[in-house]
């Protein structure tokens, strides 16, 4: 990705830009800048796709006077060209400003690809931004005296130092259990997203707003044969991979052994025999020893494409409070990435691909009885609980019965009071801390009636995409860390159009409780090794993780003495350092293959402490 900077108010054209794109890190192509009277902008450039070479990425339309800053991906090049009456080989910018003379605010849903863009118009003094259907591409922004001020990630508006740092509570509180929701929220108080879906329009005290894409729990296809939709979806993610990986230049794959990211590693070997360029550099995380450790897994792929294998090991990794100096909210996977990152730009590589994604569109299994009762579907949802399944297990009646009572007969206000009585709010947080939490999952509750469907697996899907919850919000943060090490971390699972295929298809089809992903791996019969394919055999990262935790125990366990969620009067200082011991304390003494509870809210509470640490 690109990283763009932004100022519209007055004395705009004396900023000092640089500080801001610092913060961006390295492996740009190009510097682009404009600058005229109440406005300034700069944009480090990473060209990933052929028509991006030699292009600037601010452009100034003549005859408007509109100013264009673009980081993205345009994959509808041809039908956009068509509709526009311009050339084929018209640059992405001629375009965009055409499309926005036609359309205005309509021209986002227009546009195919990952993109964040703003239009400025001096005329009106107004800016107008947008970015893509999932929010892939980062933009964010903030008011200051006179104006607004745009950046790629909020270091970068931070470093001018003239806006403010101050932790939001909410967010905060929102984060630690699990209710962050990254479309509308920044962890800065002062600091707003730019929703992804949707178009913002502000100048002075004006604000306009638009959504333009919601995934549709509705439109399912339940004519189409398994066959179908097993060369649908292959030839979706085929395109998906083949859209990202345009030019002559080697591409990365971070493999990890599973069937995700060996479905893209395999078809983007085939597109690399085609285009006659090296075939992929394959990257992987290994951890020696360990359930995680698929490394022979990944041997397998590299041999039946050609490729070298770049391993970083992961079993001694240390994750300390110290960490944090390139992201705002390090993990474990920080240290060992940024080698393959690393190692990825140093091979040439501009672009990597990922298999991330695919999991937070295809579902969870366990809610998949509920959305056999949800299409009332009494035949699935038994043959999801396994009552076809010998032998007999009262269980599975009880997993049936279950499902059909929240599904059918419990009234929802019902079952909304118990949801609420059974919240996991962390008895260290201070009543503040609470309220501010409740309100955060009352509102993701919200989110999920909102999108009106009546299978839990369908609401929650479709809502965790539309507000970026979990994973999405995890994946922006990885992609902003592969940024900084110079390459751009592209994720086909993700892409528009696989995305609305696996939300028509029956949920039978995305996993079952007998198989995760059925149809997935039929799609990729004969491309991926046949082990690979079938196996069954979840891979563990739970000792990978326990053993970077506990191997920076002190740390962990002293930084709530001097707790910075405390100054903000979110929890109660004692009582989260006696909590963070216990839990550090049975991650220490747990053995190896131990049960351990990796998502408990106090570790969530102790990266903010760390990211409050190094803020101050």
């Known amino acids: 990705m690109s990283f763009l900077v932004v100022a519209a108010h007055p004395g705009a054209e ?128 903030t008011r200051v005296a006179g104006g607004l001020r745009f950046a790629s990630e909020e270091r970068a508006l931070l470093a001018m130092r003239d806006v403010s740092a101050a932790a939001d509570e909410a967010s905060a509180a929102r984060f630690i ?18 929703p992804h879906g949707s178009w913002l329009e502000v100048g002075g005290a004006r604000e306009r707003s638009g959504v333009y894409y919601r995934p549709d729990p509705w439109k399912i296809d339940e004519r189409s044969s398994d066959k179908d939709f097993a060369a649908q979806l292959r030839e979706a993610v085929d395109l998906a991979v083949a859209c990202r990986t345009r030019g002559s230049r080697l591409v990365g794959v971070m493999a990890s052994g599973g069937l995700d990211s060996s479905a893209i590693a395999v078809l983007l070997g085939e597109h690399s025999q085609r285009a006659q360029r090296p075939p992929p550099l394959l990257l992987h995380l290994r951890c020696a020893g360990f359930g995680c450790d698929e490394l022979r897994l990944v041997e397998q792929v590299a041999t039946k494409i050609g490729s070298r294998v770049v391993v ?79 032998p007999a297990d009262l269980g599975r009646w009880r997993r049936f019965t279950t499902a059909g009572l929240r599904s059918w007969v419990l009234p929802r206000s019902f079952l909304e009071r118990r949801a609420r009585g059974r919240r996991d709010i962390p008895a260290w947080l201070t009543p503040k801390g609470r309220a501010l939490a409740d309100a955060g999952l009352d509102e993701l509750a919200e989110h999920d009636r909102e999108v009106g469907h009546p299978s839990r697996l369908r609401r929650a899907i479709c809502s965790s995409l539309l507000w970026s919850t979990s994973l999405t919000w995890s994946y922006s943060n990885v992609r902003r860390f592969a940024s900084r090490h110079g390459v751009d971390l592209a994720l086909p699972f993700l892409d528009a159009r696989v ?44 000792e990978f993780h326990r053993r970077a935790w506990v191997a920076a125990f002190d740390g962990w366990v002293n930084l709530p003495k001097t707790s910075r969620l405390a100054d903000l009067g979110l929890v109660d200082k004692g009582a989260l350092a006696a909590e963070a011991a216990r839990v550090m304390g049975e991650w220490s003494a747990t053995p190896p293959g131990g049960r351990l509870n990796l998502r408990a809210p106090v570790i969530n509470a102790l990266q903010l402490e760390a990211w409050l640490s190094h803020l101050h």
């Open 177 to 194: 259990v699990y209710a962050f929701a990254a479309r509308k929220n920044t962890l800065y108080e002062r600091i707003k997203p730019v």
């Open 312 to 390: 970083a090991e992961g079993a001694e990794r240390v994750f300390s409070p110290d960490d944090g100096q390139e992201i705002d909210l390090p993990d474990t996977w920080t240290g060992p990435y940024g080698e393959l990152y690393e190692a990825a730009a140093a091979a040439g590589c501009r672009v990597v691909l990922t298999g991330e994604g695919s999991d937070e569109v295809q579902g969870w299994h366990g809610s998949e009885v509920e959305d056999a009762f949800g299409r009332r579907s009494l035949t699935d949802a038994a043959r999801f609980s396994g009552l076809f399944d010998e």
């Open 499 to 542: 995305v609305d295929l696996l939300l028509t298809m029956p949920a039978r089809l995305r996993t079952s409780f007998d198989m995760i992903k059925p149809l997935q791996r039929r799609a990729f019969e004969g491309k991926i090794p046949v082990g690979l394919l079938w196996n069954q055999q979840s891979a563990d990262y739970t």
């Open 14 to 141: 004396h900023l000092d830009l640089e500080p801001m794109l610092r913060v961006g890190g390295r492996g740009w192509d190009a510097i682009d800048s404009h600058r005229q009277p109440g406005f300034s902008c700069a944009i480090a450039a990473r060209w990933t796709v052929p028509e991006d070479e030699g292009q600037s990425a601010v452009v100034v339309d003549p005859d408007s006077g509109r100013i264009l800053v673009w980081d993205g991906r345009l994959d509808d090049r041809a039908a956009l060209s068509t509709a526009l009456e311009l050339d084929s080989t018209a640059s992405t910018p001629a375009l965009l400003l055409r499309g926005f003379r036609k359309w205005g605010d309509d021209l986002p849903r227009r546009l195919l690809g990952d993109f964040a863009f703003l239009i400025f118009d001096p005329f009106a003094n107004v800016i107008f931004a947008a970015r893509d259907r999932l929010g892939i591409r980062p933009l964010v922004y």
